[in-house]
């Protein structure tokens, strides 16, 4: 990222000299617009959120802290050969990578719902009484447990923030669900380890 970062200042500190060189180009609009390109790299990683016409929403912050956190965890170590081919509930014939073509935000309401029920299912294995809790608090008591590792839950934490958003009808980036249903489907092959 960092070099990405580099090579688009270094071509437009270029462009930028280039243009002031040549006397028939005065600073305009265009030296303006790549000022704006030359900080935006170096803003991104502070960046939340990018809006831009039309509607579209990027968060670059959300789907970077989400990949760090799960390949850090026991869940990014799953080989791959054991990975699942496609973005897929095992438990219906209908897979998420259709529900992601028809709606995005019911392919996450979806893998949310397949992450509880291992959670809850993980927790009657073990004697515990989690019916009347909400998720977040089912999957600290299995951190505290140590059923599920710390990176494990923070990883599971992050997907099930961006499946809330999804549930309560806000408008999710497609990059960034797309990123969280596959990285979810590791998710439940590790929850899935865990009930076993």
């Known amino acids: 990222m960092k070099l990405i970062s580099i090579g688009i200042s270094l071509l437009c ?21 790549l000022l704006v390109i030359l900080i935006f ?28 956190v799960t390949l850090r965890s026991a869940i990014g170590t799953i080989p791959v050969a054991m990975r699942p081919p496609a973005i897929r509930a095992p438990t219906s014939q209908l897979t998420r990578s259709t529900l992601f073509k028809a709606d995005p935000n019911l392919a996450l309401a979806s893998l949310r719902l397949d992450i509880e029920r291992k ?12 019916e009347r809790l909400p998720l977040r608090r089912v999957l600290d008591i299995l ?16 997907i099930i923030n961006v499946c809330n ?18 990285l979810g489907d590791l998710v439940v092959q590790y929850l899935d380890s865990k009930i076993e």
Do not use: N
Request: hydrophobic share 45%; aromatic share 6%.
């Open 41 to 68: 790299p170096w803003l991104l990683p502070y960046i939340k959120t990018v809006k831009l016409p039309g509607g579209i929403e990027i968060t670059p912050r959300e789907i970077q802290q989400l990949e760090e």
């Open 165 to 182: 958003k999804a549930v309560h009808a806000e408008k999710v980036d497609p990059t960034l669900a797309l990123r969280v249903l596959d």
């Open 143 to 158: 951190k505290q447990r140590e059923i599920i590792g710390t990176s494990e839950s923070e990883s599971i934490h992050l």
């Open 119 to 130: 959670l809850r299912k993980i927790a009657r294995s073990r004697d515990l009484d989690v």
């Open 13 to 33: 500190i270029f462009l930028i000299i280039i243009h002031a060189v040549f006397p028939q180009f005065a600073i305009d609009t265009t030296t303006v617009a």
